[in-house]
């Protein structure tokens, strides 16, 4: 009996090891940029472009992206990026909605933001509760105290997953809107604006294959005739801090610390429960 329980309890051990190695395994493919950023400090389009070449699996069908157009919504230094993809749903492997839908696809939109913009992590999360967003990620530097000149640049995954209401009415084409809160670093001291220039974003299609349970991913390149040449770059212009006010907005930050400290000194003094406390002690 007890050689029969020995045996049972490492049966269960290596059944639970085995569940826990597979969930390792998705849990790491579950963001394609997560093994790059271990691999590299620092994001560089070069390096990266064929990093993602690599994921990518051999073989699979390309759908064709038959449309993207990028807005830049808001003003001052909070704004969001919108994209909206337009893909071909008959060329998803030759798939019905209903296929498409049952073999959990997804978009996903990988944004190499510019020096000087970033994404709060804690913002995407909150999206992701409200149901807003699938999923994302922010990758690289993810410190949102630093000033553009004192930054690196970061990543932002976002994953969207097909829904049958993305389709259009005639089940031709779908539509997957994805938008992305933005703002903007503390740029240098000096006069006007600074021009932050947003490039096109990769776009890829996951889905999971009845003959393969791993999903696999497709990338999609936008091409002149996917997207209008005016949008092809998407500018963002952050107001920049006069360098002639830097030292009245140091005078002024400085007075009204001490006098903010002043005030805390003296309500904290003239409280009724300190000057109680005292009487309470000299008794």
Not at 217 to 226: F, K, N, R
Request: proline share 4%; with cysteine.
């Amino acid at each position: 009996m007890e050689v029969i329980e020995a045996f049972q309890i490492q049966s269960f051990f290596l059944f639970g090891l085995l569940l826990f190695s597979q969930g390792v395994e998705e849990e790491e493919e579950e963001y394609i940029s997560k093994l790059y950023f271990e691999q590299n400090e620092i994001l560089d389009d070069s390096k990266f472009a064929r990093y993602l070449e690599s994921e990518i699996s051999p073989g699979c069908q390309m759908p064709r992206l038959v449309g993207l157009n990028r807005n830049l919504i808001g003003e001052g230094s909070h704004r969001g990026l919108f994209s909206t993809i337009r893909l071909e749903s008959l060329s998803l492997s030759s798939s019905s909605k209903e296929e498409v839908v049952a073999n959990a696809c997804e978009v996903i939109l990988i944004e190499r933001l510019p020096s000087g913009v970033f994404a709060d992590p804690f913002e995407l999360q909150h999206l992701i509760h409200r149901g807003v967003l699938s999923d994302a990620a922010v990758f690289g530097d993810t410190n949102l105290e630093l000033p553009s000149f004192r930054s690196n640049r970061s990543l932002v995954e976002v994953h969207m997953v097909i829904t049958s209401s993305m389709f259009s009415q005639d089940h031709k084409q779908l539509e997957i809107i994805i938008g992305l809160p933005l703002h903007a670093r503390y740029q240098p001291l000096g006069h006007g604006f600074s021009r932050v220039e947003f490039n096109l974003p990769d776009i890829l299609l996951r889905c999971r294959t009845e003959r393969d349970l791993h999903k696999q991913s497709c990338l999609l390149i936008p091409t002149d005739q996917s997207v209008k040449s005016e949008e092809a770059a998407t500018v963002w212009e952050v107001p920049c801090g006069k360098k002639e006010h830097a030292e009245i907005v140091s005078i002024v930050t400085f007075i009204s610390a001490i006098l903010s400290a002043l005030l805390i000194v003296w309500t904290s003094v003239s409280s009724p429960n300190v000057a109680f406390g005292i009487e309470l002690k000299q008794s």
